[in-house]
């Protein structure tokens, strides 16, 4: 929706020679065109045209790794397109630390259930539910558009779908499983060729329901939790910096 890069040239407007924006969806880059109106800012869904206006100091993603089957092989392949200094800032990614903690498991069970017995006081869940059940949700929709493009020889349902799109995310119906999401530990190890971790923070102790819109008891549960274990929020995001020849924190030359 364009909502990170409207951050970034929001407050960095002044020290920008030019954005480009990418993604493969044509609706999304629409909806980030009406978005931002800026004239330093190109959007394309070609890589093409990525390339041409590159090197690039900075990469920005925002809710993006989580769609990737293969996070450390996109990154690679984007190693072309940036300058050996550049910076990545990461947003808003789901965390397996959460999930490993049994405190915060616990008090997302309780939460979770919690959820269960009321959302039926609440309007939208039936207009939720009639969508669903008509196939007019959003997950609906793109499995009868996949189906038409032949990319399955059967129709997936809206659960299916749900699960491709959203590779690393835990589902509330899931069982609790230490794979779903990212330990930003590992990701350390997996990328420290080509990325140094430079900052990191975690938020919502709910799991993956809105914290901000939870009763004043639930957030100040979840607020409880974090002052515990300040690194094991459900989401976290990162800024990491290149690893390179001329980079800060590349090893010396022999």
Known sequence: TGFATEQVVRNLNSRLNGVVAFDP?????????????????IFTD??????????????????????????????????????????????????????KNPDCVRLFKEYAAYKERMKWLQPEAYVAKLKHSFGLDSFSKTSRVAMKRGLFALRPSASVISRLVDFHVHHVTDEIVDERGFDVNMMQSAFKAHWRLRWTRSYFYLGPFNELGAPRKWREKARLLQARFPQDGANFCSVWSRVGPHSPGAPAPA
Request: net charge negative; aromatic share 10%; hydrophobic share 35%.
């Open 46 to 99: 070609d890589l093409n045209i990525v390339k041409e206006h590159g090197p690039y100091d900075l990469l920005v993603t925002n809710s993006v790794l989580h769609h990737l089957p293969d996070v450390e092989e996109t990154l690679f392949k984007l190693q072309p397109f940036l300058s050996g200094d550049a910076y990545w800032l990461s947003g808003n990614e789901p965390s397996a630390l959460f999930y």
């Open 25 to 41: 969806s044509r609706q999304m880059l629409q909806r980030g065109r009406e978005r931002l109106q800026n004239p330093k800012m």
